[in-house]
């Protein structure tokens, strides 16, 4: 029940905040432009989608190419458009803003199929082309200071920071006994391009633990070193996510029927993989992830040669988690 909760609320909250993303659409690009693009564009923090379809490309002409690109931006919501286009004459540039409905055009001095080298020019093109956008941050465009482009358009998300903070609440179900817990996490994260790097602190309520001979409480808490890996994706981000934690797990209670106080701490290391969907809003990014956790080593809590308590050594965390830049 928690789990649908949880999900319902994110992507309640991500389809209200769609409206704040920055997308730029690229038309049919090689994927050696396409990677090329995305790596210029990471610091700016722009979604792009990949359109790969020959029949979308816009025409070589004026008003065709602006009608067709101005009705793709309007389909993907995106705030610009980019596409080559391949004649006798050579090849051409062209990029189309969505607000001031502008095409602006420029001969490329290479020829298709592109290698590394003429893709990589080819996108720091782009991305000083789109400096005379809206689709740029706007501290980065021409013709307009930062303040003025901020008022003319506000619902830009926000740039990139090196230091994050990282909030984060777990649902945590055992995929062999099916038990479930949750857990607030609070973290601080770094981005050393391409990937993202912190620690992160997790701990719960716990749970009560009961039997004729035992009554008691666990409760675990949990230091965790986590990288991530970002790609954009339409209106959102993909996050690929790497864990490897270090549990504290702490039982404690009374034996039946004598009243005597026990109490047992244990520490278990665990490896996590995961992915996660992250949608950017005003002043933070919202997401939601899922990963499998495997434990080292499993943990057997015997009384009286009767297990009380028995962890799984694999669970399925699912999660809802805040960034807001430093």
């Not at 969505?98 to 020829?111: A, E």
């Not at 996510?241 to 209670?253: E, I, P, T, Y």
């Not at 308590?309 to 999660?319: C, F």
Request: hydrophobic share 45%; proline share 6%.
């Amino acid at each position: 029940m928690r789990i649908r909760v949880l999900v319902a609320l994110t992507i309640l909250i991500c389809g209200s905040a769609a409206e704040a993303s920055n997308n730029v659409l690229l038309v049919n690009p090689e994927d050696s432009l396409l990677r090329a693009t995305e790596q210029a564009l990471r610091p700016w923090e722009i979604a792009i989608t990949a359109l790969s379809s020959e029949e979308i490309v816009p025409s070589e002409s004026m008003p065709g190419a602006r009608d067709r690109a101005r009705e793709l931006c309007r389909n993907h919501q995106a705030r610009a458009a980019v596409w080559i286009t391949s004649n006798a004459n050579g090849e051409a540039l062209w990029i189309y803003d969505q607000q001031t409905d502008r095409v602006v055009v420029r001969k490329l001095h290479v020829r298709v199929p592109l290698g590394d080298a003429d893709a990589a020019a080819i996108a720091l093109s782009i991305k000083t082309l789109l400096m005379h956008t809206t689709a740029a941050p706007p501290d980065r465009r021409f013709g307009a200071s930062a303040s003025a482009a901020a008022q003319a358009n506000p619902k830009l998300p926000p740039a990139a920071a090196r230091w994050q903070m990282h909030s984060e609440l777990l649902v945590r179900r055992g995929l062999v006994d099916g038990h479930s817990d949750a857990r607030i996490g609070f973290g601080l994260f770094r981005d050393i391009q391409p990937l993202q790097l912190g620690i992160v602190l997790a701990s719960g309520p716990g749970h009560s633990v009961d039997s004729l001979a035992f009554q008691g409480h666990f409760v675990g808490a949990s230091l965790a070193l986590e990288a991530r890996i970002r790609r954009p994706w339409r209106h959102f981000t993909w996050l690929g996510l790497a864990q490897v934690s270090l549990h504290r797990a702490h039982l404690s209670g009374t034996l039946s029927p004598e009243g005597i106080s026990v109490a047992k701490t244990r520490f278990n290391p665990s490896v996590a993989l995961g992915v996660a969907l992250e949608v950017p809003l005003s002043v933070a990014r919202l997401g939601l992830g899922l990963r499998t956790r495997y434990y080292t080593r499993s943990q057997r809590y015997l009384v009286r040669n009767t297990a009380v308590l028995d962890l799984p050594t694999t669970d399925l965390e699912l999660g809802i988690f805040l960034s807001v830049p430093l």
